[in-house]
């Protein structure tokens, strides 16, 4: 699937005075993927038709992200994110999912499973931003308010397409690069951006980390352990506050886990998915 072809599947929600695209396919028992940064819900593509086949898959766009609204006047910080997502699911009519978050989309998974419990069935994270493990240098460069006069819009997506290649042990092609760029390919797609990087906050992410502990879903945690980005020891650090946490260090893979080794982990995460049918039947 490449990003026409993924973005083609997108609808779209009113949320106030703010829009969420987002993807809704399959049936059963929901399942919510969370894109981190800088990406969108395209970076899901992998997991998207094997998943679909048993649940009901919803990737949204978060705000300022994608194909969302990226108007220059809201806060896109990872605390209202979770709460815009809160709203979204009041919107389409959906009490609770399985909550899948990489990257900040972890970190707003984080939030929504300390601060909104009511909504989280289970949760899954793969290398996600937690405790002080961000931001990472590049991002607070791009966030510097001279970046939106010095870089023009060619000029940024060439960089980000740099820095990205560090987040896998693979050689990602050039169309899949450029599929997880495009939506920030245009001036309004770099500001949109820029102000995304302003809104990185560690506090955001030290401030629920009493709250770990509260956690009571079942929980895994899937890892590229040759992340640099986001290091290793930032999910046994996770496994080790929230209770019953599950890590599994994924081989040869580094902070894009599910491009990296798309069928271990497809295999992880549906095996995880599937224990929440058999805990229903059981009970």
């Given at each position: 699937?490449?990003?026409?072809?993924?973005?083609?599947?997108?609808?779209?929600?009113?949320?106030?005075?703010?829009?969420?695209?987002?993807?809704?396919?399959?049936?059963?028992?929901?399942?919510?993927?969370?894109?981190?940064?800088?990406?969108?819900?395209?970076?899901?593509?992998p997991l998207f038709s094997s998943l679909s086949k048993s649940h009901r898959v919803l990737i949204p766009d978060l705000i300022g992200y994608g194909y969302?609204?990226?108007?220059?006047?809201?806060?896109?910080?990872?605390?209202?994110?979770?709460?815009?997502?809160?709203?979204?699911?009041?919107?389409?009519?959906m009490e609770r999912a399985t909550f899948v978050g990489h990257d900040i989309g972890g970190g707003v998974a984080l939030r929504l499973a300390t601060l909104?419990?009511?909504?989280?069935?289970?949760?899954?994270?793969?290398?996600?931003?937690?405790?002080?493990?961000?931001?990472?240098?590049?991002?607070?460069?791009?966030?510097?308010?001279?970046?939106?006069?010095?870089?023009?819009?060619?000029?940024?997506?060439?960089?980000?397409?740099?820095?990205?290649?560090?987040?896998?042990?693979?050689?990602?092609?050039?169309?899949?690069?450029?599929?997880?760029?495009?939506?920030?390919?245009?001036?309004?797609?770099?500001?949109?951006?820029?102000?995304?990087?302003?809104?990185?906050?560690?506090?955001?992410?030290?401030?629920?980390?009493?709250?770990?502990?509260?956690?009571?879903?079942?929980?895994?945690?899937?890892?590229?352990?040759?992340?640099?980005?986001?290091?290793?020891?930032?999910?046994?650090?996770?496994?080790?506050?929230?209770?019953?946490?599950?890590?599994?260090?994924?081989?040869?893979?580094?902070?894009?886990?599910?491009?990296?080794?798309?069928?271990?982990?497809?295999?992880?995460?549906?095996?995880?998915?599937?224990?929440?049918?058999?805990?229903?039947?059981?009970?």
């Amino acid at each position: 699937m490449n990003w026409r072809e993924y973005q083609a599947k997108q609808r779209v929600a009113e949320i106030g005075d703010r829009f969420i695209s987002y993807v809704d396919e399959g049936s059963g028992d929901p399942v919510i993927l969370l894109h981190g940064m800088p990406t969108w819900g395209f970076l899901w593509h992998p997991l998207f038709s094997s998943l679909s086949k048993s649940h009901r898959v919803l990737i949204p766009d978060l705000i300022g992200y994608g194909y969302s609204d990226k108007r220059d006047g809201f806060d896109r910080s990872i605390a209202k994110q979770a709460e815009a997502i809160h709203v979204w699911m009041e919107k389409i009519g959906m009490e609770r999912a399985t909550f899948v978050g990489h990257d900040i989309g972890g970190g707003v998974a984080l939030r929504l499973a300390t601060l909104f419990p009511g909504r989280v069935d289970r949760l899954c994270l793969m290398n996600s931003v937690c405790y002080d493990s961000w931001p990472v240098e590049a991002i607070l460069q791009l966030g510097h308010p001279e970046t939106r006069r010095r870089l023009s819009a060619r000029t940024a997506i060439l960089l980000m397409k740099q820095g990205l290649k560090m987040g896998f042990t693979s050689s990602p092609s050039n169309d899949l690069l450029d599929g997880l760029l495009i939506p920030y390919a245009t001036e309004t797609g770099k500001l949109s951006l820029i102000r995304d990087a302003v809104a990185v906050d560690t506090n955001q992410t030290m401030e629920i980390v009493p709250l770990l502990q509260r956690i009571t879903v079942p929980t895994l945690i899937l890892w590229g352990e040759d992340d640099r980005l986001q290091p290793v020891d930032y999910g046994e650090r996770l496994a080790w506050d929230i209770p019953g946490a599950r890590l599994i260090r994924i081989e040869q893979a580094c902070h894009f886990v599910m491009i990296d080794q798309p069928g271990e982990v497809e295999r992880d995460l549906i095996a995880f998915l599937g224990g929440a049918k058999v805990e229903r039947l059981a009970a």
